[in-house]
């Protein structure tokens, strides 16, 4: 069965420091991959996805990036991190058009 | 493009009360149609979806939603509520053909109290 990792779980980072979240899949290959952003009160943003390595489309212009180095491993980074960048961060995968599934988020606090 | 309202952000209702989460859909071509939940600080969790066939689908817990296409709705049903369901729902679709990418609503808050 696919599983799908992401980690840390909790961070606190203060302004103007660098970011790496990880998420990596597990039993499955080539699938989609996606990075979305969780903010209080404004449902979830799609930031970036991935249809293979080193594709990466970016939907809304910001302060952070995102690489994928191999098959199933996703990375989310900053160089410098800002207060609005504060969030929960969710991982998901999918093939084809079905549904996604989601990792277990990791809760960012920028201060 | 496509865009999904969800109208209430939150929703109190008592246990054992029937309850519905509200979803309408604007999209410019067929769309799948998704519920995912979220309990506190957990990922999403796919509830049900809507592919084709028949507009009324089911989950194992007792929740339904039904496709309405004419007035672009989705709304998830459950006729009797109990404490655990308290969590996030949302709403969510993606194009039926071409690359896709799910675009979700803001969620609503289900709280149920005894």
Known sequence: SQTIHQWPATLVQPVGSPLSLECTVEGTSNPNLYWYRQAAGRGLQLLFYSVGIGQISSEVPQNLSASRPQDRQFILSSKKLLLSDSGFYLCAWNRGLTEAFFGQGTRLTVV | AQSVTQLDSQVPV?????????CNYSSSVSVYLFWYVQYPNQGLQLLLKYLSGSTLVESINGFEAE??????????RKPSVHISDTAEYFCAVSPNSGYSTLT?????MLLVSP
């Open chain 2, 14 to 22: 008592f246990e054992e009360a029937p309850v519905e989460l509200r």
């Open chain 2, 67 to 76: 496709f309405n296409k004419s007035q672009t709705s989705f709304h998830l």
């Open chain 2, 104 to 108: 979700f609503g803001k969620g609503t």
